[in-house]
């Protein structure tokens, strides 16, 4: 399904004196990952460790230095319009909607512009909107939702054009404890296991990637350093720890 | 086909409902219409009843001159700066990477952009001509009405071809548009907004006839004020539709190689 083979992507970041040239820093350093139909992975690592750059990989915002990207049997440098038409992207950024438009009316904006079909559009708003529990807000401004409320509008918008794959950036950043659990429960029970969608979440919470239920990839300087099914966050944690002992701050970690 | 009509639909659609929900917005652009309109009609009854050799050629009233100059600058703004301003506003809102995300090509989305500043920016100008005509009795007698859509749709073109040229730069250096700023200052300085173009010296004239708004201003002059044929307007039409040649597939390719830029940068959302 997802197929990622050896991809490099340095930046280079031009620093604050304009005198001083730019920085490079190597986001993903010959990193390869697959992710098997229907299944969940959850991609964790420390703040730019290089978890968003590969999901913009895989969704074709950024092209890679070198390697192989082929999702869904689609190289996705040549053939980027056809894996966007498989894959739904969340970037956790509760800002990209058009607030001044309905809940409905970004959905109906986003799904056409995703190729949804017209005559499915409506009906395809109404279950997304009755699952993830929108109610009647569905037609009130995105400006005067909540926090959690657009990350459940911005799952709703990943799914509008019943994509394949599904790639979340922190799907459940800023909500508060009761809502961060109904979101990860949302993507593990209905999405995964009920809509059989092959999901790949990146997260810097290890408790978060452990309770979502599926395989965790470890990533650390843009490299894979662990993959399988840990039981306790810890373990994780032990392994960063040794893999970059120079990096003593720990704090890119929620326990909690 | 339907699709991209109906895509087209639903990105106007959005433009329009966003447009409307900032009412203020609006009603302070109508009252700068009528600000504006007026700051030149006290000025023209400066030179009221003086023989002006240069306006000859437009009947010789300075506010029927200027008044298609300042709406039509005011077009030209729209064209120009919206792409730049709504791919800024794309980035800073998160919802550009959602959009390039999506099998749509953006050009179909700058296409609806296009659209929607021409019924935007077509509103300004009505509104322009309705203040000047009705409430400052602005003159035109003889107006050849079939060459006005013509000239509407090829500065269309241009204006927007250098739209998104800006929107490119945008793109690539975020903010600092040097485009929008230096065809700004040439088109009200060197364009004949203000003044005829033949007050000027001869070099200046001879960059003035690069730049697009130049031809719109002046074809719409003769065709409103002159009521000139198309025989007469030909000339200008022929080098007007040139200039748009070079320009809209100009603009296309610069944007296409600033999207892919910021793909290959890892760029898009930063802002």
Not at chain 1, 92 to 109: A, C, I, K, M, P
Not at chain 2, 96 to 103: D, F, G, K, V
Not at chain 2, 173 to 190: C, M, Q, T, Y
Request: charged content about 20%; proline content about 4%; overall charge positive.
């Amino acid at each position: 399904m997802i197929d990622a083979e050896n991809i490099t992507k340095l930046f280079r970041v031009p620093g604050l004196n304009p005198f001083a040239g730019s920085v490079e820093t190597t986001a993903l350093d010959g990193f390869s990952f697959n992710a098997e139909q229907g299944g969940l992975t959850a991609l964790v690592g420390r703040n730019g460790a290089g978890k968003s750059t590969l999901l913009r990989i895989l969704s074709t915002l950024i092209v890679p230095d070198s390697g192989k990207v082929n999702v869904c049997g689609f190289d996705a440098m040549r053939k980027p319009v056809e894996v966007r038409r498989r894959t739904g992207l969340v970037t956790g950024d509760e800002r990209s909607f058009y607030w001044r438009l309905s809940g409905r009316d970004n959905l109906v904006l986003f799904g056409t512009l995703y190729d949804t079909p017209r005559s499915k559009l409506n009906k395809r708003i109404d279950r997304l909107t009755e699952l993830f529990g929108l109610g009647e807000s569905i037609n009130m401004p995105v400006r005067t939702y909540s926090s959690g409320m657009k990350q459940r509008l911005s799952l709703a918008r990943c799914l509008i054009h019943d994509p394949e794959i599904l790639l979340l950036d922190e799907p459940a950043r800023g909500l508060d404890p009761i809502l961060h659990i109904k979101q990860l429960q949302l993507i593990r029970d209905i999405i995964v296991k009920e809509f059989k969608r092959t999901v790949v979440v990146a997260t810097h919470n290890l408790d978060d990637a452990i309770s979502l239920g599926g395989n965790v990839v470890l990533i650390d300087s843009g490299r894979q350093i662990y993959s399988g099914k840990p039981e306790r966050a810890e373990e994780l944690l032990a392994i960063l720890k040794n893999t970059s002992p120079e990096k003593e701050d720990i704090s890119g970690f929620n326990l909690l | 086909m339907k699709t991209i009509l109906w895509k087209i639909y639903v990105l106007i659609r959005r433009d329009f409902i966003e447009e409307l929900s900032y009412r203020m917005k609006f009603l302070i652009e109508i009252v700068t219409v009528i600000v504006y309109s007026s700051i030149f009609y006290f000025i023209a009854k400066v030179f009221a009843g003086q023989q002006v050799p240069y306006l000859e050629r437009y009947g010789g009233d300075y506010f029927s001159f200027v008044l298609i100059g300042i709406a039509f600058s005011g077009f030209l703004n729209v064209g120009m700066s919206t792409f730049a301003n709504t791919i800024r506003n794309e980035q800073v809102t998160g919802t550009l990477e959602i959009l390039l995300s999506s099998p749509t090509s953006i050009h179909l989305v700058m296409t609806a952009r296009m659209i929607w500043n021409f019924i935007y920016g077509g509103l300004h100008l009505i509104m322009y001509f309705v203040v000047g005509v009705f409430l400052l009795s602005a003159n035109y007698p003889a107006v050849n009405w079939a060459a006005i859509p013509l000239i509407l749709i090829l500065s269309l073109a241009a204006f927007n071809g250098i739209g998104m040229i800006s929107a490119g730069f945008i793109m690539i250096f975020k903010r600092g548009d040097p485009i929008n700023v230096f065809i700004s200052f040439a088109s009200a300085f060197l364009g004949g907004v203000f003044f005829p173009v033949e007050v000027m010296p001869a070099l200046l004239q001879k960059i003035a006839a690069f730049i697009p708004i130049t031809y719109t201003l002046r074809l719409m002059r003769d065709a409103c004020i002159s009521g000139a044929s198309f025989a007469e307007l030909s000339h200008d039409f022929i080098f007007f539709a040139i200039l748009c040649v070079f320009i809209v597939p100009a603009g296309i390719l610069f944007f296409s190689y600033a999207v892919n830029r910021a793909r290959r940068d890892g760029t898009i959302t930063h802002y």
